[in-house]
Every structure is written in C-alpha cells, then in structure tokens.
C-alpha cells in the first residue's frame, strides 16, 4: 500500500512562487512515476506535471505551465516536488500528488493512470 502525503500549499500573490511537496510512506521500487494534478472548483482533475522514479528523469507537462513549473524527486528521502513560478490566478487549485505502480508509456497526465492519491494541498494565488 501507498501512501502519499502532500505538503506546502498557501496564498500567494500572482507572479510569486511556491514550492510542493509529497512524501511517500511506502518503498518506492513499485512505483513507476508520479504526477502532480490539480482540481480547481467546478472544473476537472487536470494533470500538471509528471515524472519516471527510474533511472531516466523523463518529465511531463501540461501547456499551461511549461516553463513555470519543474517537478522533481528525491529517491533517498521518498519526497517528489513541485516548484512554481511566476504564479497565476488560473493556477490557483487543490493540488494533488499521485503515484502509479501499473506501467503505462501515455497519457501520462491523465488520472486515470495513477492508483494512490494524496489528500490535496491548497494553492490560493491573488491578482
């Protein structure tokens, strides 16, 4: 069983930055990737970015925040990131971290993929 454990959410001003993070209680060696989505009120889970826990680093993003946003991961303390920059009030979200242990080569930012979700961190951006 996975389970993961999100971090580092607040109110910040539009152009500022924050920086997630998740915390995975379990080994890792199952888990292929992990992914950060967000859900606005009224709107679907859409995937944000995605990253392999392999030995290659490939990452994935969504159009609205490449070169914004970076994911990354920390093996050795099980902590996957989100750091994000030049803020905007459309990314203001609950943010969730998810992890997949059933491989997949696509649609790496759909939900679907992913079996072990978090509870949410709130992101609150202000104009």
């Known amino acids: 069983q996975v389970q993961v454990v999100e971090s580092g959410g607040g109110s910040v001003q539009a152009g500022g930055s924050l920086r997630l993070s998740c915390a995975v209680s379990?080994?890792?060696?199952?888990?292929?990737?992990m992914a950060w989505f967000r859900q606005a009120p009224g709107k679907e889970r859409e995937g944000v970015a995605a990253?392999?826990?392999?030995?290659?680093?490939?990452?994935y993003y969504a159009d609205s925040v490449k070169g914004r946003f970076t994911i990354s991961r920390d093996n050795a303390k099980k902590t996957l990131y989100l750091q994000m920059n030049s803020l905007k009030p459309d990314d203001a979200a609950m943010y969730y971290c998810?992890?997949?242990?059933?491989?997949?080569?696509?649609?790496?930012?759909?939900?679907?993929?992913?079996?072990?979700w978090g509870q949410g961190t709130q992101v609150t951006v202000s104009s």
């Open positions: 998810a992890a997949a242990t059933r491989y997949a080569e696509f649609r790496l930012l759909a939900p679907d993929r992913y079996n072990y």
């Open positions: 379990s080994d890792t060696y199952h888990i292929y990737y």
């Open positions: 990253i392999y826990t392999g030995n290659h680093n490939n990452t």
